[in-house]
Structure formats: C-alpha cells, structure tokens
C-alpha cells in the first residue's frame, strides 16, 4: 500500500517529441506527488510538484497529470530536448508526515 | 551558496568496520533525511529526523543508526557494515515550510 509504481523504466525519444512517465500509487493518504530529476553523479533536484486539489499542473515544457479517482500521476515533457536525459522519478508523500516514498526510476534519453 | 554537503563522496571498506557518512546543510532546515539508491529499486528512505534530537525510521533502518545533536548536521553510521549495504547513499533536508527536499552528491559506499 505504500509503493508507488513508476514506468516505463527507460524511454528512448526523438528531439522535440513528447516524453511521458506515468506513476500509480495506493494510498489515499498520499498528498505530495513530487518529480525529482537526477543527472549522472548528482543528487536528484526537484523538477516540479502536485497536490490533489488540482488536476494538472505546468511550469514551461514539463507538466504533472494528476488523476486522484484513478491514483495515477504522470510526467509529460514537450518538446523535448538531448538536455533532459536523465533519470526521473516520482515520488508521493503522506499527509502530515516526513515520509517520501519513490518510484522505482525511468532513464530518459533524448535522441538529436 | 545554500548546499548539502557529504562526506566521504566514495568509501571503499571491510565487512564490520564500522563507519560514518556526514551530511551537512546550510538552509537552517528543520527536517533532513538518509536515503539509499540501489539500481531498480529507486530511492528508499532510510530514517528522517524532523528536528535536533528527534528521529524516526524510514522503510530500510535496519544496519544504520543516526544521531541529530545539532540542526545543521545529521551523520549516518554503520555500526558493523556488511555487502548488502553496498549502495548510493543521499542526505536531504528541508524547511518544515515546505515540501521541497534539497539533496546533497551522494556518497557511493563499496562494502567487501
């Protein structure tokens, strides 16, 4: 009840195409759906986050799908670029406590 | 520069030699966070203290023990370390403010 499910678990995509990892997750506690991007040798860096009062959520080309009835959330990134390889994960945190519960990783890979 | 720092960024050691992985921020952050990344399993929260002298187990505690004696440091020690821990190994903090975690470089740990 605590795992959050992460795929596809590597995405090979054409420069300027769209880049989808989606996430399902079980515990209706959850309300924090953070996406973490992580570049070879550093520690994963915020990328962009949802609560469950909304339904989509935008900051320039990534975007966070969220449908609570379903327990799914999904990462889209437009326009994708070779700078956006990378390993991303989602990640869901329980309401009111300290706990982060990660998916399992997708290894990007944006062709030029 | 607001970081978080680790130390050492590689170890190399033997079966039962204890050890201890540093981490240090510099945000006057409340809550920080022990995590290890292993291929195919993602990240997994190890223990999480939410201030000085308060902490609490994560999903994997078992082998680690922590200490928070001041707000700016949070070391990870492995009293009798084995293979099984051979791992990517972060600490993360963040504001009681927000949810957003800042992450340090990792520390890679080979136990043979």
């Known amino acids: 009840q605590q795992q959050v499910k992460q795929s596809p678990q590597s995405l090979i995509v054409q420069k300027g195409g769209i880049s989808i990892i989606n996430c399902a997750y079980e515990?209706?506690?959850?309300?924090?759906f953070p996406w973490y991007q992580q570049f070879p040798g550093k520690g994963p860096a915020l990328l962009i986050a949802?609560?469950?009062?909304?339904s989509e959520k935008k900051e320039g080309r990534f975007t966070i799908s969220f449908n609570k009835s379903a327990k799914q959330f999904s990462l889209h990134i437009m326009d994708s670029q070779p700078g956006d390889s990378a390993t991303y994960f989602c990640?869901?945190?329980?309401?009111?406590?300290?706990?982060?519960?990660f998916g399992t990783g997708t290894r990007l890979k944006v062709l030029a | 520069e607001a970081q978080v720092t680790q130390n050492p960024r590689y170890l190399i050691t033997v079966t039962g030699k204890k050890l201890t992985v540093t981490c240090s921020q510099n945000?006057?952050?409340?809550?920080m966070s022990w995590y290890r990344q292993d291929p195919g399993l993602g990240l997994r929260q190890i223990y999480y203290?939410?201030?000085?002298?308060?902490?609490d187990k994560g999903d994997v505690p078992e082998g680690y023990k922590v200490s928070r004696k001041e707000k700016r440091n949070f070391p990870l020690i492995l009293e009798s370390p084995s293979p099984n821990q051979t791992s990517l190994y972060f600490c993360?903090?963040?504001?009681?403010?927000?949810?957003?975690?800042?992450f340090g470089p990792g520390t890679r740990l080979t136990v043979t």
């Open positions: 945000m006057n952050h409340e809550y």
């Open positions: 990640a869901a945190s329980p309401s009111g406590t300290y706990k982060y519960i």
């Open positions: 993360a903090s963040r504001s009681h403010n927000s949810y957003e975690q800042y």
């Open positions: 515990n209706t506690a959850f309300d924090y």
């Open positions: 203290s939410m201030n000085v002298e308060v902490t």
């Open positions: 949802i609560r469950p009062d909304v």
